[in-house]
């Protein structure tokens, strides 16, 4: 349901429970988002608040038939070229996140400005090590392609600054084995994004391995893990 806090298109015409009934009436085993401008990049603006979000996204979920329903929470993230209020994001990404419902931005762009790439980057990784986002859609693309506010790619198809940013993102944070060598008292310090992990300790002089699972979980606020490994 989009923009249900900036307009009332379909309670205008249809009646005041007119997006709560479509909710009821959509398939039960796909995930329904209500999706919404300024939530977390514009504190001026009131009426798409967090708590306002939140209310009202509850009063379509506790309508009659929409109990139990599988639900989703849409944030578009259109920032000005203005610096991004990275506190006002993160905490109103946590205010959504007490729904206990899953959290998507859905058109990620920055406007044109000096600083574009280095603030498109910030919002970027704000949304990213945020525990309760479970992935980001932009509203980016090639110039050619009519994309005018942010754009990763000129009439060339060469890369532009904000292009580069995401190809670097993108390589940073796609699934890589990573080795890390303990130091000399057997200790190993390592900083993570929430998740899972699979360990693999070796012992050079043995050559044993052993190996578990690791799940930083949202309540570690450090993200940092501490192995000490006896000798």
């Known amino acids: 349901m ?3 806090l900036h307009f009332s298109f379909y309670e205008d015409k249809l009646g005041e429970d ?3 009934e479509y909710f009821s009436m959509l398939d039960p085993g796909t995930r329904l988002f209500m999706k919404e401008y300024n939530t977390i990049e514009d504190c001026t603006d009131e009426a798409a608040n ?5 209310k009202r996204l509850e009063e379509i979920l506790s309508c009659p038939g929409n109990q139990g329903i599988l639900a989703g929470i849409g944030v578009q993230g259109h920032f000005s070229s203005d610096q991004p209020n990275l ?3 993160r905490a109103s990404l946590d205010i959504l996140a007490t729904t206990g419902l ?3 931005l859905t058109k990620v762009d920055v406007g044109r400005g000096p600083n574009q790439a280095e603030y498109l980057e910030q919002v970027l990784r704000e949304g990213y090590s945020h525990p309760g986002v479970e992935g980001i859609i932009m509203f980016v693309g090639p110039a050619i392609a009519g994309f005018n506010v942010t754009t990763l790619a000129d009439k060339d198809f060469k890369n532009t600054p904000s292009g580069d940013v995401v190809d670097k993102l993108i390589d940073e944070w796609k699934y890589k084995p990573t080795e890390i060598k303990a130091d000399s008292e057997g200790s190993i310090e390592v900083s993570l994004f929430h998740g899972d992990y ?3 300790i070796k012992d050079p002089v043995s050559n044993s391995l052993t190996r578990w699972n690791y799940n930083m979980i949202e309540d570690d606020t450090t993200g940092t893990v501490h192995i000490h490994i006896n000798a």
Do not use: D
């Open 2 to 4: 989009n923009e249900n």
């Open 18 to 20: 007119a997006s709560a």
């Open 50 to 54: 967090p708590f306002n979000y939140k």
């Open 87 to 89: 506190a006002y994001m």
């Open 102 to 104: 899953l959290i998507w």
């Open 198 to 200: 699979n360990i693999t």
